[in-house]
């Protein structure tokens, strides 16, 4: 799962964000608010590589600075057309805004006010649960009960009234049903969960989904009562397939099976990386690393024919490292390689 990116990156982008935001759009209007088509971005929201990017990305807001867009400003300036071309493929749509550790009330106001300047709407995932990932490749996360809650507390202050997607820590409750997270910290987990859900939904625009695992369980396999536990009646539904590859058919189909198990709540789809399926080779227990020969899936967007599927998002960034495995950086770093792979 990804590492947070790091705090002095995005605050040092600030100004690079203020500068590109745009207040028209004459496309039709999308279910939550913003537009259905990137066509309508005004050209005074340029990338660093001087252009606008007119990328569909349905009503969400595309980071000019983020790692993508600097990698196509290095190819163009080499001269490297092919490898420009392929890249803008992920430059120019909307990616998950991870936020973890240092800065969160900063972090948040930064990329809302530069959405909401813009006229889109942020993705941001919020990923600081103590205990994280199990110690594993995506290892950190708050210290204790008491400082996540802070934590939380300040990322909504740094949201406030403006409108955002919010997915709520990845891998939290999947690590809470497969038996990972410690006994000892697991009837805290649920506790903050629902408190971060109730934080998050006192805030007048934003929209709360629960992160809950993938279609390679099979079934929902005790996530619906992880689920309810954690407030998930109170949010605005759950995402599935974060960080996967997991077909969009099979991820449907897992995701109504838990909609149904929990109340009819309503889910969306990380689309990032899904287009070829999930790996079947190698290590069963580490597939989801780094795997070879994926694809891009569907471009965000809130067009999903599926009453129950609020949006098909890129809540993983393609492109950036799921950890140390199979030759990667370590997770959330930017690999150049595997994001041409992913286009290719």
Request: glycine share 12%; aromatic share 6%; proline share 6%.
């Amino acid at each position: 799962m990804d590492a947070r990116r790091g705090a002095a990156a995005l605050l040092g982008a600030a100004l690079l964000l203020t500068g590109c935001a745009s207040d028209t759009d004459d496309t039709r209007a999308g279910p939550y608010g913003g537009t259905e088509s990137g066509a309508g971005a005004s050209t005074a929201e340029v990338s660093p590589a001087g252009e606008a990017p007119p990328g569909e990305s349905g009503p969400f807001w595309v980071d000019p600075g983020s790692p993508a867009a600097r990698q196509l400003t290095v190819y163009e300036r080499q001269g490297e057309e092919a490898e420009a071309a392929a890249v803008r493929r992920i430059a120019e749509r909307a990616t998950g805004e991870w936020l973890g550790g240092e800065e969160p009330q900063a972090r948040a106001r930064v990329v809302t006010e530069a959405a909401e300047r813009a006229g889109r709407v942020p993705l941001l995932v919020l990923y600081d649960i103590p205990h994280r990932d199990c110690g594993r490749y995506s290892r950190g996360g708050a210290a204790d009960g008491a400082t996540y809650r802070a934590w939380i507390a300040a990322v909504a202050r740094g949201i406030a009234d403006r409108r955002a997607f919010v997915v709520v820590e990845p891998d939290a409750l999947l690590h809470l049903v497969d038996g990972c997270t410690p006994a000892d910290l697991r009837e805290e987990r649920y506790a903050l969960l629902e408190d971060a859900v109730t934080t998050l939904k006192s805030l007048k625009n934003t929209r709360v989904y629960l992160d809950a695992g993938n279609a390679g369980r099979g079934r929902t396999d005790g996530m619906d009562r992880a689920l309810l536990r954690a407030g998930v009646a109170r949010a605005d539904g759950f995402a599935v397939n974060v960080s996967n590859f997991y077909s969009t058919g099979d991820s449907l189909a897992y995701g109504r099976q838990l909609s149904a198990a929990v109340g009819g709540k309503h889910f969306v789809v990380d689309t990032s990386r899904n287009g070829n399926g999930p790996y079947r080779e190698g290590d069963p227990a580490e597939r989801w690393c780094n795997p070879p020969g994926r694809a891009l899936g569907t471009p965000p967007t809130t067009r999903t024919a599926d009453p129950l599927v609020d949006a098909y998002l890129w809540v993983k960034s393609p492109g950036e490292s799921d950890g140390e495995c199979k030759g990667g950086p370590k997770a959330g770093a930017w690999w150049p390689e595997y994001a041409l792979g992913l286009t290719r």
